[in-house]
Nanobody, 132 residues
Framework: EVQLVESGGGLVQAGGSLRLSCAAS????????IGWFRQAPGKEREGVSC????????FYLDSVKGRFTISRDNAKNTVYLQMNNLKPEDTAVYYC?????????????????????????WGQGTQVTVSA
């Protein structure tokens, strides 16, 4: 059974850091792209970052570039999202999800995005709250 379990969320002051973990089971995580999404109350779910199989192509939302870093530990079958210099607008429930392919599908338009519809397995989410 495919499962993704997030952990590492919490309450932090602005400027602080958190590291989210996404532990995968039932499949080899490095065979797929893994994405991180977030959803704030009253807002649509947005793609934050994605790491492809073998780190071939990765993605970051413009607003988190330079602050967030996505990585894998294949021995632990786990994907991480290191979040530094957190801002109140980063407050949301964060979800990890498995892409349907090995590579991050990035839509090119006015802004670059990844879409939830390209992901078919999701974790339960972990709350991140950043106080001002």
């Amino acid at each position: 059974e495919v499962q993704l379990v997030e952990s590492g969320g919490g309450l932090v002051q602005a400027g602080g850091s958190l590291r989210l973990s996404c532990a995968a089971s039932g499949f080899t995580a490095d065979d797929y792209a893994i994405g991180w999404f977030r959803q704030a109350p009253g807002k649509e779910r947005e793609g934050v970052s994605c790491i492809s199989s073998g780190n071939y192509n990765n993605f970051y939302l413009d607003s988190v570039k330079g602050r967030f870093t996505i990585s894998r530990d294949n021995a632990k079958n786990t994907v991480y999202l290191q979040m530094n210099n957190l801002k109140p607008e980063d407050t949301a429930v964060y979800y990890c999800a498995r892409e349907t392919s090995r590579y991050c599908t990035v839509m090119i338009g006015a802004t670059r995005k990844i879409w939830p519809s390209d992901y078919n397995y999701w974790g339960q989410g972990t709350q991140v709250t950043v106080s001002a």
